[in-house]
């Protein structure tokens, strides 16, 4: 194999690892936001929400009970897949030209 070759071939195995993961990383925040179509132009994301009680303080110093729709993607931690560093490995390349072939 020519090391242009081999060069382009891991190119082509990086991008396509990129394009998998940003696609993995698009269907994780598509379970936390749904699309909503606010005119014949526009599109919006508008997050997913949960309900919930929140004690909060009256002004007469007691506790009450506040209803809050809160964005699920604030509950939880989110993290995106990456690729972490590059493959090394040991290798020795030996130079030919077309008189040495």
């Not at 020519?2 to 190119?11: A, F, S």
């Not at 599109?43 to 506040?66: H, L, Q, S």
Request: charged residues 30%; contains cysteine; aromatic residues 6%.
């Amino acid at each position: 194999m020519k090391l242009n070759e081999l060069l382009t071939e891991l190119r082509k195995a990086v991008n396509e690892a990129s394009n998998v993961l940003q696609e993995k990383n698009l269907e994780t925040l598509s379970k936390y936001f749904v699309q909503k179509k606010i005119s014949e132009s526009e599109t919006v994301c508008m997050p997913k929400t949960i309900r919930m009680d929140y004690p909060v303080a009256t002004e007469d110093g007691k506790v009450a009970i506040k209803r809050v729709d809160v964005p699920l993607i604030s509950l939880i931690p989110v993290t995106n897949s990456k690729v972490e560093k590059a493959l090394r490995f040991p290798s020795t390349f030996r130079w030919m030209t077309k008189t040495t072939m």
